[in-house]
């Protein structure tokens, strides 16, 4: 088979694969909101049900030929690059004005939300680890440990904008503490992976948290001001709209951005985000970035990315009764770790028992941070995948947790009002299955 033959047929197999993805994701994403969930657990789980643990278990070889092993890569960066321009439109997104009031406060409950569940997670992997002797124990705890502490700003904010609680003060400080609690992560997790791996470096480190908190003061007092000013220019020259010409820099801006924070060592997602974050305030550009990306970044990247992660998940190797319990341990270390961290931190700083509370939750949400720590465990053999599937399935139900729970505690809280109007609860409201604020 020649070179075009042979790129014809990985082409048609990556087509299909995406076809099934994206109807599958959707489906199950529209299914989840009907129940009352954020779209995001429909498509992890749509992701589970292509994966080994359904389809791959009943339908092996049918399962085989549709998603083989060759193409995965390919998946991958699609879905990667999904997440670089979702992260731009999450820091474009959101309303940063609080932070110069809610600054001290998000910087504590991120501190707490980090120091509070890694330690349950040490203790944990401590206690899990003899189980596992094909892992080191200590590699075993650290990756553990890093995995249930942090929080995820991609799936977060997509949940905070399907609520319309993205612009208020305690939409904008959990958010704030959940950028600060990504970036410690980063760190953690490239900390964890030194030491794993017998490198670790105290001056490589202190190097990466210097080029990063660099990068933060460049993009805000030299980035920000030129873009500000072609911005204005763009949209004057398009009447509002962006041009091909300016959506085409708008595209080598972001992937400019992730590609520094790639070579800093904290990964291209944050790049992107830092970006839009410096230009929050921009309302004119946003409306127009968001007319040209955001249906095609939410249609067609978002599913690929958490369908993606469940096709590597099989629920089936928890096979045993102590796998069950671990996860079970898991599941509790994970939520009670982060939410007492947080909302403990947060009612420390004068917030109200219910604000607090809310704040804690939120924080509880988690996703790509805890996908990466789990599948760079993998690719370490630091963890078994067992704990992979468990750290997924972790992930799917702190996500899950979120919309009943937060309903719960944001009443009488300024999130009521601006979630009362969401199209989440309109969509609710019309099915009647699902009260707007309980």
Not at 80 to 101: A, K, N, S
Not at 224 to 253: E, S
Request: proline content about 4%; some cysteine; glycine content about 8%.
């Amino acid at each position: 088979m020649n070179d075009a033959h042979q790129t014809e047929a990985v082409l048609l197999r990556v087509i299909l694969q995406l076809a099934v993805i994206i109807a599958a994701a959707r489906l199950a994403g529209v299914l989840s909101r009907r129940l009352g969930h954020p779209m995001v657990v429909g498509e992890i789980i749509a992701g589970l049900v292509l994966g080994p643990s359904l389809l791959g278990h009943f339908l092996p070889e049918f399962s085989c030929a549709l998603f083989p092993p060759s193409t995965a890569p390919i998946i991958n960066i699609i879905s990667q690059l999904g997440l670089i321009l979702l992260m731009f439109l999450i820091g474009l997104e959101f309303d940063f004005g609080h932070v110069r009031t809610h600054g001290k406060t998000a910087a504590l409950v991120a501190v707490c939300g980090i120091v509070f569940p890694f330690t349950l997670g040490l203790l944990l992997g401590r206690w899990m680890a003899p189980h596992f002797p094909q892992v080191n124990s200590t590699a075993f705890s650290l990756l553990l440990a890093t995995a249930l502490s942090i929080t995820a700003i991609p799936v977060l904010g997509r949940v905070l904008v399907e609520f319309n609680i993205h612009r208020t003060e305690i939409g904008t400080l959990t958010i704030t503490a959940a950028a600060i609690d990504d970036a410690i992560g980063w760190i953690l997790l490239a900390v964890v992976s030194a030491i794993i791996g017998a490198q670790f470096d105290p001056g490589a480190t202190v190097r990466m948290v210097v080029l990063t908190v660099l990068f933060a003061v460049v993009m805000g007092l030299i980035v920000r001001p030129l873009c500000i000013y072609g911005i204005r220019k763009a949209m004057a020259h398009g009447q509002g709209h962006l041009t091909l010409d300016a959506l085409a820099v708008v595209f080598t801006a972001v992937f400019a951005a992730a590609a520094v924070t790639n070579v800093i060592g904290i990964f291209s997602v944050f790049g992107a985000f830092v970006l839009g974050a410096v230009l929050y305030d921009q309302d004119e550009f946003r409306e127009a970035v968001f007319q040209r990306l955001k249906d095609f970044v939410t249609a067609f990247f978002l599913p690929v990315f958490f369908t993606y992660t469940g096709l590597h998940t099989n629920i089936g190797s928890l096979g045993t009764g102590i796998m069950w319990l671990f996860l079970a341990a898991i599941l509790v270390a994970s939520f009670i770790g982060k939410f007492s961290g947080c909302a403990l931190a947060a009612r420390l700083s004068g917030l109200k028992p219910r604000q607090a509370a809310c704040v804690g939750i939120m924080m509880n949400t988690r996703g790509l941070m805890g996908l990466i720590a789990a599948n760079v465990g993998l690719q370490m053999h630091a963890i078994p995948q067992e704990v992979y599937s468990m750290l997924v399935l972790m992930c799917v139900f702190s996500t899950g947790l979120l919309s009943p729970v937060l309903r719960r505690l944001m009443t009488g809280t300024e999130l009521e009002a601006p979630f009362r109007a969401s199209e989440f609860v309109r969509d609710a409201l019309q099915r009647r299955t699902v009260p707007a604020v309980e």
